[in-house]
Protein backbone atom coordinates (compact mmCIF):
# COMPACT_ATOMS: atom_id res chain seq x y z
CA UNK A 1 0.00 0.00 0.00
CA UNK A 2 1.31 3.65 -0.76
CA UNK A 3 1.80 5.47 2.50
CA UNK A 4 0.84 8.34 0.53
CA UNK A 5 -2.72 7.20 -0.21
CA UNK A 6 -3.15 7.04 3.39
CA UNK A 7 -1.75 10.41 4.30
CA UNK A 8 -4.33 11.81 2.06
CA UNK A 9 -7.46 9.64 2.66
CA UNK A 10 -7.36 9.47 6.51
CA UNK A 11 -7.44 13.48 6.16
CA UNK A 12 -10.25 13.45 3.86
CA UNK A 13 -11.94 10.52 5.93
CA UNK A 14 -11.91 12.80 8.91
CA UNK A 15 -13.21 15.64 6.83
CA UNK A 16 -16.28 13.58 5.69
CA UNK A 17 -16.93 12.37 9.42
CA UNK A 18 -16.73 16.64 10.47
CA UNK A 19 -18.76 17.78 7.59
CA UNK A 20 -21.68 15.29 7.39
CA UNK A 21 -21.89 15.40 11.74
CA UNK A 22 -22.14 19.26 11.12
CA UNK A 23 -25.01 18.78 8.68
CA UNK A 24 -26.92 16.19 10.77
CA UNK A 25 -26.44 18.98 13.94
CA UNK A 26 -27.93 22.19 11.57
CA UNK A 27 -30.08 20.30 9.82
CA UNK A 28 -31.66 18.53 12.76
CA UNK A 29 -31.72 15.18 10.50
CA UNK A 30 -32.66 11.96 11.88
CA UNK A 31 -29.50 10.67 10.81
CA UNK A 32 -25.60 10.60 11.84
CA UNK A 33 -23.96 10.99 8.81
CA UNK A 34 -20.63 11.05 10.77
CA UNK A 35 -19.37 7.72 9.79
CA UNK A 36 -19.04 8.19 5.84
CA UNK A 37 -14.96 9.08 5.87
CA UNK A 38 -14.58 5.98 8.34
CA UNK A 39 -16.09 3.49 5.96
CA UNK A 40 -14.60 5.10 2.99
CA UNK A 41 -11.58 4.81 4.23
CA UNK A 42 -11.85 1.37 5.50
CA UNK A 43 -12.99 0.26 2.23
CA UNK A 44 -9.80 1.65 0.71
CA UNK A 45 -7.13 1.10 3.43
CA UNK A 46 -8.30 -1.63 5.73
CA UNK A 47 -10.20 -1.78 9.19
CA UNK A 48 -7.54 -0.30 11.17
CA UNK A 49 -7.01 2.42 9.46
CA UNK A 50 -10.61 2.71 9.40
CA UNK A 51 -10.68 2.36 12.77
CA UNK A 52 -7.99 5.40 13.11
CA UNK A 53 -10.18 7.36 11.02
CA UNK A 54 -13.22 7.77 13.28
CA UNK A 55 -12.05 7.63 16.48
CA UNK A 56 -9.51 11.07 15.24
CA UNK A 57 -12.42 12.15 13.77
CA UNK A 58 -14.41 12.26 17.42
CA UNK A 59 -11.51 13.75 18.76
CA UNK A 60 -11.71 16.61 16.69
CA UNK A 61 -15.61 16.80 16.93
CA UNK A 62 -15.28 17.03 20.67
CA UNK A 63 -13.41 20.19 20.43
CA UNK A 64 -16.47 21.95 19.18
CA UNK A 65 -18.46 19.31 21.51
CA UNK A 66 -17.29 17.07 23.65
CA UNK A 67 -19.54 14.44 24.08
CA UNK A 68 -18.72 13.18 20.54
CA UNK A 69 -15.48 12.07 22.52
CA UNK A 70 -17.02 9.22 23.76
CA UNK A 71 -19.13 8.32 20.92
CA UNK A 72 -15.19 7.37 18.93
CA UNK A 73 -15.77 3.43 20.17
CA UNK A 74 -18.94 3.71 17.65
CA UNK A 75 -16.69 5.31 14.97
CA UNK A 76 -14.23 2.94 15.60
CA UNK A 77 -16.28 0.25 15.57
CA UNK A 78 -18.01 0.62 11.70
CA UNK A 79 -13.97 1.21 10.59
CA UNK A 80 -13.30 -2.00 11.91
CA UNK A 81 -16.78 -3.67 10.50
CA UNK A 82 -16.62 -2.28 7.47
CA UNK A 83 -12.75 -2.78 7.05
CA UNK A 84 -12.94 -6.66 7.07
CA UNK A 85 -16.18 -6.80 5.07
CA UNK A 86 -13.84 -5.49 2.70
CA UNK A 87 -11.61 -7.54 3.39
CA UNK A 88 -13.72 -10.53 3.00
CA UNK A 89 -15.53 -9.68 0.36
CA UNK A 90 -13.95 -6.77 -1.35
CA UNK A 91 -16.46 -4.09 -2.41
CA UNK A 92 -17.56 -4.00 -5.51
CA UNK A 93 -20.65 -5.88 -4.88
CA UNK A 94 -23.77 -5.55 -4.12
CA UNK A 95 -24.07 -7.55 -1.14
CA UNK A 96 -20.47 -6.09 0.71
CA UNK A 97 -22.10 -2.23 1.44
CA UNK A 98 -25.20 -4.43 2.87
CA UNK A 99 -23.63 -6.20 5.00
CA UNK A 100 -21.37 -3.14 6.28
CA UNK A 101 -23.95 -1.68 6.69
CA UNK A 102 -26.36 -4.15 8.51
CA UNK A 103 -23.25 -4.90 10.95
CA UNK A 104 -22.48 -1.15 11.47
CA UNK A 105 -26.32 -0.53 12.46
CA UNK A 106 -26.02 -2.87 14.77
CA UNK A 107 -22.87 -2.01 16.48
CA UNK A 108 -24.25 1.21 16.34
CA UNK A 109 -27.31 0.71 18.19
CA UNK A 110 -26.02 -1.36 20.53
CA UNK A 111 -23.50 0.75 21.76
CA UNK A 112 -24.29 3.98 21.49
CA UNK A 113 -27.79 3.52 23.66
CA UNK A 114 -24.91 2.54 26.46
CA UNK A 115 -23.11 5.58 25.79
CA UNK A 116 -26.27 7.88 25.42
CA UNK A 117 -27.76 5.80 28.56
CA UNK A 118 -25.07 5.55 30.83
CA UNK A 119 -22.64 8.67 29.85
CA UNK A 120 -25.42 11.45 29.45
CA UNK A 121 -28.43 9.88 30.81
CA UNK A 122 -30.31 9.12 27.60
CA UNK A 123 -30.21 13.16 26.57
CA UNK A 124 -27.57 14.17 24.19
CA UNK A 125 -28.49 17.46 22.40
CA UNK A 126 -30.06 15.88 19.16
CA UNK A 127 -32.89 15.69 17.29
CA UNK A 128 -33.26 12.20 18.19
CA UNK A 129 -34.29 13.07 22.12
CA UNK A 130 -37.45 14.20 21.25
CA UNK A 131 -38.73 10.69 20.33
CA UNK A 132 -36.73 9.34 23.56
CA UNK A 133 -38.61 11.74 25.41
CA UNK A 134 -42.08 10.14 23.94
CA UNK A 135 -40.94 7.08 24.59
CA UNK A 136 -40.08 7.38 28.09
CA UNK A 137 -43.56 9.38 28.69
CA UNK A 138 -45.62 5.70 26.69
CA UNK A 139 -44.05 4.01 30.13
CA UNK A 140 -40.19 2.73 28.81
CA UNK A 141 -37.27 2.46 30.93
CA UNK A 142 -33.88 4.90 29.61
CA UNK A 143 -32.29 2.37 27.99
CA UNK A 144 -34.76 1.38 26.16
CA UNK A 145 -35.82 4.40 25.13
CA UNK A 146 -32.72 5.37 24.03
CA UNK A 147 -32.45 2.12 22.43
CA UNK A 148 -35.58 2.43 20.55
CA UNK A 149 -35.50 5.72 19.29
CA UNK A 150 -31.65 4.85 17.36
CA UNK A 151 -32.85 1.97 15.78
CA UNK A 152 -34.21 2.83 12.86
CA UNK A 153 -32.11 5.86 12.17
CA UNK A 154 -28.76 3.92 12.69
CA UNK A 155 -30.30 1.26 10.23
CA UNK A 156 -31.07 4.12 7.80
CA UNK A 157 -28.00 5.84 8.07
CA UNK A 158 -25.43 3.23 7.98
CA UNK A 159 -26.63 1.38 5.27
CA UNK A 160 -27.37 4.44 3.40
CA UNK A 161 -23.61 5.27 4.17
CA UNK A 162 -22.37 1.99 2.92
CA UNK A 163 -24.05 2.15 0.08
CA UNK A 164 -22.77 5.84 -0.75
CA UNK A 165 -19.12 4.34 -0.59
CA UNK A 166 -20.13 1.61 -2.52
CA UNK A 167 -20.83 4.60 -5.20
CA UNK A 168 -17.70 6.30 -4.43
CA UNK A 169 -15.36 3.28 -4.63
CA UNK A 170 -17.29 2.18 -8.19
CA UNK A 171 -16.54 5.17 -9.90
CA UNK A 172 -12.81 5.50 -8.26
CA UNK A 173 -9.85 4.39 -10.75
CA UNK A 174 -8.41 0.95 -10.37
CA UNK A 175 -5.34 2.27 -8.44
CA UNK A 176 -7.13 3.63 -5.87
CA UNK A 177 -9.36 0.92 -5.03
CA UNK A 178 -7.11 -0.77 -2.18
CA UNK A 179 -8.80 -3.73 -0.80
CA UNK A 180 -12.13 -2.66 -2.24
CA UNK A 181 -10.81 -4.64 -4.97
CA UNK A 182 -9.63 -8.12 -3.19
CA UNK A 183 -11.80 -11.15 -3.71
CA UNK A 184 -11.85 -13.42 -0.58
CA UNK A 185 -10.71 -12.91 2.70
CA UNK A 186 -7.38 -12.07 3.77
CA UNK A 187 -5.51 -11.60 6.53
CA UNK A 188 -6.11 -7.52 7.46
CA UNK A 189 -2.91 -5.31 7.51
CA UNK A 190 -1.13 -4.88 10.80
CA UNK A 191 -1.35 -1.81 12.21
CA UNK A 192 2.12 0.20 11.47
CA UNK A 193 4.36 1.25 14.41
Known sequence: MNKRLWLVLVPVGVGLNIVGGLLNTTLKLPLFLDTIGTMLVAVILGPWIGALTGGLSNVIMAIQNPQDMFFAIVNILVGIITGYTALAFGYRKWFAPLIAGLGTAVAASIV???IGTYIYGGLTGGVLD??????LKSGQDLFSAVFF???GPNLADKVLSAFLVFGVVMALPASFRGIADKQGSQAPPAPAE
Request: hydrophobic share 60%; proline share 8%.
Open 112 to 114: GPL
Open 130 to 135: VAVAGL
Open 149 to 151: SRV
